[in-house]
Structures are given as C-alpha cells and as structure tokens.
C-alpha cells in the first residue's frame, strides 16, 4: 500500500512539473508546414500581404492616442507565424495606459519624437525611461507597461513587434472599471470610497 501511494505521488508530482513546463513555454503553436491555409484552402500573394498600413501615408497625426494593429484579426496569414505588428501613434500630451500583453514580449522601436515608457515587475519594480527617436525598448512578456508623451508641442510614432500572432491586450483601466466588478470591491481593494469608483466608471464611460 505504501509502495503504491509512493507511486501515486511521483506520478502526480511528474504530472505538475511536465503541466508547468508546458505553461512555461506556452506560445503560439508550432506549425508543421510552410504556413496554414485559409478556409478556402487556396493563396496568393495577395493573402500573404497587409495594407491596413497604407493610411499612414501622407496623413495627418491623429488628435487622439491611436492604435494601428497587423495581428490574427486583422492579418489572417499571420496564423502559425508567431509574429505581430502595431503602429501607435501618440498626439502631445497622450498616454496608452497601463496595460499587458499576456501572450508576448513587446519590442517598441520610436520612429519619431519622445516617449515616457515603463514597466513594473513582479517584485513591484518600476523601470522607466525616456526614449529618443531611434531607441528601441522591451516590455518583458506579461508585465504591466505604458507610454506616455510628455511632449507639450510635438506628436510621437512608435512602431511595436510582438512575439505572437495574437498577443493580445489587457487594459487595466478597461478591466477594471468597465467589467462589471462591483464597486465595493473596487472601493475595498483601492482603500477609497464607492463614490470614488462610481466618478472613475463614469469618466471611463464617457470616453468610451
């Protein structure tokens, strides 16, 4: 009995540490072909080509933050490809607030003007620093990061790579008052008062 109870437990124990490894190295699956077809089954070059860029061309800076986004969705030859694109364009004075890319590191290359950026990790470290047009800076897979132009007179253009087809985004803002969560949670959790969070939904919402 004691024999088969040693047994059950290295079993279970091989089983955990085989599962952890499988989630630490969770990503997009490999493909065994040269890439996946579409449902109809049949390509191009035209599959294999994204213009959802081509309105950057000669257009004006957006007079709010905006995301321009080459991932799955909106680029289905990416699939298999474990690669993703977004162009983030930052008006003076913008922000992309706090947020996370739980599927992907995150490689942001500054084209153009300034950005405050920054992560924490999870020791509650923020590291941050002041990029210059040509700086690249990396946001590790997972963690919460943002940017923010500091710039009083000049926009920012950024161009972000993404490990994944399908990084995928977390808005903390977003998540966390515009959900649902109910507002003595929020108001517990934050150390203020219900009111407090009823005024942050609010203006969420309003700019919605």
Do not use: C, W
């Not at 649902?180 to 219900?194: E, H, M, Q, Y």
Request: glycine share 8%; charged share 15%.
């Amino acid at each position: 009995m004691a024999s088969r109870t040693s047994s059950l437990k290295f079993f279970s124990l091989l089983f955990a540490s085989f599962a952890i490894v499988q989630m630490a190295m969770a990503g997009d699956p490999d493909i065994i072909s040269d890439f996946l077809l579409p449902a109809n089954g049949t390509v191009d070059a035209n599959f294999f080509t994204y213009t959802g860029f081509r309105v950057l061309v000669g257009g004006g800076p957006p007079t709010a933050f905006k995301v321009l986004k080459a991932t799955l969705a909106e680029f289905p030859a990416l699939d298999g490809q474990s690669v993703s694109y977004a162009v983030l364009e930052f008006p003076s004075g913008t922000t992309n607030p706090p947020h996370t890319h739980p599927r992907s590191a995150e490689l942001l290359f500054l084209v153009d003007g300034t950005l405050e950026v920054g992560f924490i990790d999870t020791k509650n470290n923020l590291f941050t620093q002041t990029l210059q047009s040509g700086d690249l800076f990396v946001f590790p897979k997972g963690l919460v990061h943002f940017q923010y132009n500091a710039d009083a007179q000049n926009p920012a253009l950024a161009i972000s790579a993404f490990g994944s087809a399908n990084a995928g985004t977390v808005s903390l803002p977003n998540t966390l008052f515009t959900t649902g969560i109910d507002d003595n949670v929020l108001a517990i959790s934050f150390k203020t008062d219900v009111a407090t969070i009823q005024k942050l939904k609010a203006g969420l919402a309003a700019k919605s």
